[in-house]
């Protein structure tokens, strides 16, 4: 038995994973039991756990492979600013020394950290560095049912590259073709999410989502930002952008080509003038990609695509790739950001380096995704009986009639089964849940649930064998990373007075038989459910739908905005009291809002940054 422990840290999401002879044994984001959403810190928990879970002490792991190379990195950031020089000074000096301190050598630092872990770890010649790019083609490919594929990337920036071409065939992956630093769609991206108010790196998912509330009017002043050549590649205008050497993304320029200032979250309300901006840089985003995509397919002739990278999370542009038909089968890793790294580094050296075989298992190589922490019936009843929670227990046929009914009743249910999801998406372990039916859920759960923005959509879980007739899809889309449209005998039309409102006034129009997870443009980031993945949440869908009719639960992630979704009993109980949910299901446990002590009742509205 061979061990190799990945590990990504430093920048953001932090996460670690354990394969044992090249399978994922476990993985989680550092975030989960720090409770600080993205966490870069090393990842010292997340390693204890993956070590705890695969019986391993550090000294009896293998190798370590950290997911990107340091000094690689430090030479971009000494050329961008030779490059720029005078301008940057600033953001230079704030960089070099934590470089100096922390990131330059990495290998003596990660080594210290790593014995705190278990003092018979002595020595660092088992620490590799993988190449950030190849980390995260490497994320796509080997987990992927594919004996062949070409392996698109799309970041901010890793050591240089910012996109990447990679071919993989059995038990090899080569990058082939590499856009460099400064010219990143990632940033590019970012940069509309920094304008339009909200964080970068953790708010651009807002950007998507609120893109359909608004038309693309400025796609002409965008592309006088980025300049698309007709196989995809670009270059972006560095004269309105201050990322390369500041401490904001844009700059004035930037700001007299749109005509206002950056959004102040604080002061401002997302306007029309905000939709249509988040609409038109969405356009965009999804002309590169599909060009990219249409020139490998063409170049290579492979008609497997893999996706990795931030920009794979856009799963509104991954549903376009998939539309046009350009590949025949699309794969995307559902950790694709800088978490997935961790996987992706490991998965490098176990292949790539130490020329293992690649047995290719059509099931799910990631396991559904489900790597995290778990908890027995035992020790869920031990912590909240510590709390103070007031609960029944109930046999498994109980539980899943029960939480039908509530649903059938339109109550919101915490639900915390199983294994904690790798990535950054809820998949039926850690999961808020609703009747798709209701007209003002995705309202209720956003405001008083969620404590977030009213326009922010919800998922559907759907069973997989009921998907071709609700959604224009016949793909499994396990990880919640395709975005389809909703069939036409489950619509409802707009009347033409309804068409004429503008932005967030259509949020309150019922526009399906599942207005819940109906985002304006008719369209839903689906998650198809099977027995296979998840059995516990395959047969509490399949019990609503034999009530209802539905084969459809409203699926969002277990936490209120700004918080890390829930890895704990304690966490699950906490956002259960501090919001609005009314029960919470949680192994064989039911917990009821209205029976526990209210003293125990948490102010959730405030403790989180707004994220």
Known sequence: MKSILGISAFYHDSAACLLKNGEIIAAAQEERFTRIKHDASYPYNAIEFVLEYSKLKLSEVDQIVFFEKPFLKFERLLETYVAFAPKGFQSFSKAIPIWIKEKLFQKNYLYKKLKSHDSNYNSDKNIFFSDHHL????????????KEAVVLTADGVGEWATTTVAVGKDNDLKIKKEIHFPHSLGLLYSAFTYYTGFKVNSGEYKLMGLAPYGNPLYVDKVKQLVDIKPDGTFRINQKYFNYATGLTMTNIKFHKLFGR????????????????????????????????????????????LCLAGGVALNCVANGKILNEKIFDNVWIQPAAGDAGGSLGAALALWYLENGNIRNINNSDMMKGSYLGNEYSQVEIESELKQIGANYETFDYESILNKTSDYLMKDKAIGWFQGRMEFGPRALGGRSILADPRSDSMQKNLNLKVKYRESFRPFAPSILEEDLSKWFDINVESPYMLLVANLNSEKKVEM??????????????????????????????????????????????????????GCPILVNTSFNVRGEPIVNTPRDAFNCFMGTDLDYLVIGNCILDKNKQNLKLKRDYKNKFELD
Do not use: W
């Open 135 to 146: 980390s995260h083609a490497s994320s796509a490919f080997f987990p992927s049912p594919f």
């Open 261 to 304: 200032n950056p959004r102040n979250p604080k002061r401002e309300k997302i306007t029309q003038f905000h939709m249509d901006i988040a609409a038109s840089i969405q356009k965009v985003t999804e002309e590169i990609m599909i060009k990219l995509s249409r020139s490998i397919r063409e170049e290579y002739n492979i008609k497997n």
């Open 495 to 548: 009347t033409d007075e309804q068409k004429n409102l503008f932005g967030i006034e259509k949020l309150n129009i019922k526009r399906s038989e599942i207005p819940a997870v109906t985002h304006v443009d008719y369209t839903a980031r689906i998650q198809t459910v099977n027995k296979e993945r998840n059995r516990i949440y395959y047969d509490l869908i399949n019990k609503f739908k034999e009530k209802s």
